[in-house]
């Protein structure tokens, strides 16, 4: 998982490339650029736009442990971060379960390879010591040692603590997250249909430039090219991004190129329901479940919702009973509590009720 570095990459296209470019949706990038926002934020990853969430997020992470975990030790604020945690995608949205399969059966040599180069960019050298078996090197610490003398004994920690992850700072907000990505998606795919590949690519992010038959990418440290690369292009929106790229680049997979999804600027903003949209869901859903879907901007304990709107802890558990079984909330665990937080579904229902 690459970062920007000092010089420029070129790589070069066929026809054959340019028919196999798709975009995805990938949970994974969303939750391991999501981590480097909460653990490292301000280092040039825009976190002043993503204030709310954070603020949110931020304490829960704290007390799962999650900011002392493998996370922290993989993820740095800035610059590489080991590929095998970003796999290609499968398909156009993978699930997040798909992509921690993948994680959980990375081969042992691709982690190996992965933790060496991390240890070449701490300054370290690499992790792989001289004699017949892998060994430590002082790039790395004592956990990630551990990773790279047993990696199909480690990775399922790591894919525990990245689903742990997934739960408490993405999921929730998934919703949300979900439509910006999609939109931006259909918004490049409709470029596509109406200018071709080539504006596509060249309207992408100022970093990326297309000329001839060759993407040009400024800044990347890493050689790229077919050799190296593999075929096709995988592009990859993402909303924690900030105003950089990031690359992957593990052949024979397709490079993956991740760059800052549209309309991200307005993913936190408050959408507080008028008084004739309360008013016409309340005939529906009744008074107090309409109160708290509204009211549900921000993913909340029953103890929250109660606090926000007045009404009483078990009158709170019961709407949300409702509303989940409706398919208008979802439920994630945070420690002893759990989070209830619209669904597109329900923010479907919002945007009709207000529309009309």
Known sequence: MGGTG??????????????????????????????????????????????PWIEQVR????????????????????????DFLTPAPAGPAPALEQELAAVRAAPAHRVRQDLDHLAHHRGGGPAL??????????????????LYAQPEERLPRVAEEIEACWELAVAPYWARIRA???????HRARQTAEHGAAHLLGD????????????RLVRRQRT????????????LPSVFKGPGLSTRVAPPDPPQLVYPARGTGSLWEARPAGA??????AAVFGRSRTLLLTGLDAPASTTELARRTGLSPARVSQCMTALRDAGLVSSHRAGRSVLYARTAAAEAVLAAAAST
């Open 59 to 82: 304490p829960r992470l704290a007390a799962a442990g999650l900011d002392r975990g493998w996370l922290a030790e993989l993820i740095p604020a800035a610059g590489y971060a080991p």
């Open 276 to 281: 004739a949209v309360s008013t016409s869901l």
């Open 180 to 186: 910006v990505l999609d939109a931006d998606v259909l």
């Open 224 to 235: 790229l090219n077919r050799e190296t690369a593999g075929p096709g292009l995988v592009l």
């Open 204 to 215: 992408l992010h100022p970093g990326v430039s297309w000329t001839g038959d060759a993407l």
């Open 6 to 51: 000092g010089q420029q990459a070129v790589l070069t296209f066929s026809a054959g490339d340019l028919a196999r470019m798709r975009f995805a949706v990938s949970p994974m990038w969303q939750v391991m650029a999501a981590f480097r926002l909460l653990k490292h934020g301000g280092h040039g990853v825009g976190g002043g736009q993503h204030r």
């Open 129 to 146: 010591s001289p004699g017949p078996g892998p060994g430590p090197g002082p790039g790395l610490g004592p956990r990630l040692r551990t």
